[in-house]
Structures are given as structure tokens and as C-alpha cells.
């Protein structure tokens, strides 16, 4: 890419996830430990906070994906939590059963869970590179 074709990247904006029903999606997320941003029913939205910044998890409904797993493997979203094993914890607290136990990963743990329409969340924690985390 040439200098006058060229970019920069300054971050994410919101991460979209693809769900059947709203409600059930917002309630789901709720447990999970999400705070609720702004829902728009009649849009079909929802924004979900992720730490401090304005943007987070976008919940949009597509009908097509109605209530089962899409076909393919499902993209994984990660995000930061101070412990992931904590967080493991708090999900089955909430009644929701980790795709399979805290694994660990060069710079920590991390624990995934799905939602009803196969879209992964991972949380995972800087405990074995606290350098690299966003408190260190």
C-alpha cells in the first residue's frame, strides 16, 4: 500500500454477534456478567459494555440464524478479565456451563462459553504476563 493509500488502525469499534431472539440473547449476556448499554427492540439491537469504553458487544438479530449453532466453526471473541478462573466460576453461578473447563495460555487462563446461537465468548486473564494486561 502506497503512502497516500495508507490508514491507521486506532481500534475496535463494536464487535457484532449474530443471535435469533433479543430478549433471550440480552438475558443470556446479563447472567454472563454483561451490562446492557442501550437495547433498541424495534431495531433489533442491543450494545453490551466491555470495561470502560464506549464501545463493547453489539447483539443484532438475524433471523436466518434463528435458534441453532451456524453450520461452520464459530468465530471467537476474547476479552480481558482479571481471573478466568474467578470468572469460570461466576458463569456456572449463573447457570452457565462453560464450553469446557479454564484452559491455560501463554500469558494465562481463559474459559469460553456459547451462546444459543453458537457465538463464542472467551474470557481470559494476563495472571502469567501481568506486563501485558491492562492492569498490571
Not at 463494536?14 to 438475558?27: K, S
Not at 449476556?29 to 453490551?48: H, K, M, N, S, T
Request: glycine content about 10%; aromatic content about 10%; hydrophobic content about 40%.
Amino acid at each position: 500500500m502506497s503512502d497516500e493509500e495508507s490508514y491507521e488502525l486506532l481500534g475496535f469499534d463494536n464487535v457484532l454477534l449474530p443471535v435469533g431472539d433479543l430478549g433471550r440473547a440480552v438475558e443470556f449476556y446479563e447472567r454472563a456478567g454483561f451490562p446492557v448499554a442501550f437495547r433498541l427492540d424495534e431495531a433489533g439491537i442491543a450494545q453490551l459494555k466491555v470495561g470502560g469504553e464506549t464501545p463493547g458487544v453489539l447483539l443484532r438479530v438475524e433471523d436466518e440464524f434463528g435458534h441453532r449453532p451456524p453450520p461452520w466453526p464459530a468465530t471467537r471473541v476474547w476479552l480481558e478479565v482479571p481471573d478466568a478462573r474467578a470468572a469460570c466460576r461466576a458463569m456456572r453461578a449463573a447457570g452457565i456451563v462453560p464450553l469446557d473447563e479454564p484452559f491455560p495460555t501463554a500469558t494465562g487462563w481463559t474459559v469460553e462459553i456459547a451462546d444459543p446461537w453458537g457465538n463464542v465468548v472467551g474470557f481470559t486473564d494476563y495472571t502469567r504476563r501481568p506486563e501485558l494486561g491492562r492492569r498490571p
